[in-house]
């Protein structure tokens, strides 16, 4: 009789598991895609939010420019001028006969300007700001005149054998923050080094008188300077005061930066004029306009995310990343309340009146000419239309702050979906050990089911093998 002798095969356990695990983790599948969708979600509000607050800042601009207002001069070399929110518009004519200037002094020439200076015996030198008066100057050298100090107090130094060379009394005065700043200068000649003292702050008022004391004649022989006496210092230029007419009015300034001339308006001098210059102080319309176009520009650049995400389509690849959310609804809606709201208090109501309008696509256009138009005939109407408290500015600035705050529809909205992908991440984590325990058993018991099969091979084998031998 003949046996035949069947095994058999092996499973693959690893691809087995693999195919069951897969049809196993489905859940966790659909919950990572709802979460990657979610997460998509609150990166869309991120981008929004980013937006929202361009837009903010953009709206808080143009407020801020409504109030900008431009000083423009006639002649930009003899001096310039900036203006602030309460100068009053107008022109405005300036006649400069001096500048302010520092007083400088020079002492005299050295040889060397790191050789020691005097025996070093400890020397205080004293500086006090004043004003120089009367008397006569010759050389740059007063004889007749007064100083009176202007009461700001008087700082020392001290010039001993650690710092008596040209180059150690310069820092020392430099470090002393006493009013006047020290140089070298070399003049070519046989002693070429030479200290030069200047005052750090203009005007007539601030002239110095430098007296020492100490056992060092010679540190006085260099420094001393008695504006009312001895004075081993040469003035090669005065201290003095700008003097200024504005429409008429006789300005005196210690400064060449006069702040008090005109109402609102900085003044910098940068030269005398040899005839009248005139100031014009008017509206910045380009600072207005550059303002209104950044405006639109942020809007234009929201709504067109806003609309992109909202958007419907046939599937998942066409549609927005929000279409359908509730929460963007409510911006659009908030947003084209506003828009649609009159400012009051004005002839001024809408937008479209100064030049900026919608367009068929829902973006905005700013027509400038008209803008500036509106600004030059009713200025205080345009201000009104964009500052009130009904003011489009303020209200969309605002909005904007509410959507962006905490509590806000942008927060609410992303705490929200943070929180279900928080849950759904937790979901699929236990899901996760549920699969590892799952995969593990299915490891488990397809290896012993292969072990199984081939212990019956065996026998089989065997069997067949004796019945065949019994033959």
Known sequence: MAITSSSTTALDVPALVSQLMAVERRPIDTLNARVSSYE????????????????????????????????????????????????????YTVNVSKLAQSQNLVAAGQASSTAAIGNGT??????????????????????????????????????????????G??????????????TIVN???????RLALTSTSSGASNSFKITTSGGDGTIDSLL????????????TL????????VNGIAITSASNTVSEAIQGVTLTLKNTTAAPSSLTVARDSTAINTAASGFVEA???????????????????????????????????????????????????????????????????????????????????????FSSSTGFATRLEDWATST????????????????????????????????????KKYIREYTNLNIMLSSMNSTSTFLSQQLGSST
């Open 238 to 245: 005065a201290a003095q005061n700008a003097d200024l007419t």
């Open 40 to 91: 998509t979600k609150i990166s869309s509000y991120g981008t929004l939010s980013s937006l929202v607050s361009s837009f903010q800042t953009a709206a808080k601009t143009l407020n801020t420019n409504l109030q900008k207002v431009a000083a423009t001069p006639s002649d930009a070399s003899l001096l310039s001028a900036s203006a602030g929110s309460t100068a009053v518009p107008g022109t």
């Open 299 to 385: 809007y234009n650049s929201l709504a067109s995310q806003i609309k992109s995400r909202s958007a419907y389509g046939s599937d998942a690849k066409t549609a927005g990343t929000l279409a359908g959310d509730g929460t963007l609804r409510t911006m659009q809606d908030q947003l084209r309340s506003i828009f649609n709201t009159p400012a009051s208090g004005g002839t001024l109501t809408s937008l479209a009146q100064v030049g900026i309008s919608f367009q068929k696509d829902g973006s905005l256009l700013l027509d400038s000419s008209k803008l500036d138009s509106a600004i030059s005939t009713d200025f205080s109407d345009v201000t009104n239309l």
């Open 187 to 193: 003049d070519g000649s046989g002693t070429p080094y």
């Open 122 to 167: 400890a020397t205080t030198v004293t500086f006090d700001l004043g004003t120089i008066s009367g008397g006569t100057l010759t050389n740059g050298i007063y004889s007749g005149a007064t100083f009176t100090s202007n009461g700001s107090g008087t700082k020392s130094i001290t010039i001993d054998g650690t710092n008596n060379t040209l180059e």
């Open 224 to 235: 001393g300077y008695d504006p009312e006496g001895t004075q081993n210092l040469t003035q």
């Open 169 to 182: 009394i310069r820092d020392a005065i430099n470090s002393a923050a006493a009013g006047v700043t020290a």
């Open 404 to 439: 962006l705050g905490a509590g806000g529809l942008i927060d609410t909205r992303t705490q929200s979906l943070k929180e279900f992908v928080k849950n759904r991440n937790d979901e699929i984590d236990k899901l996760e050990n549920q699969m590892s325990a799952l995969e």
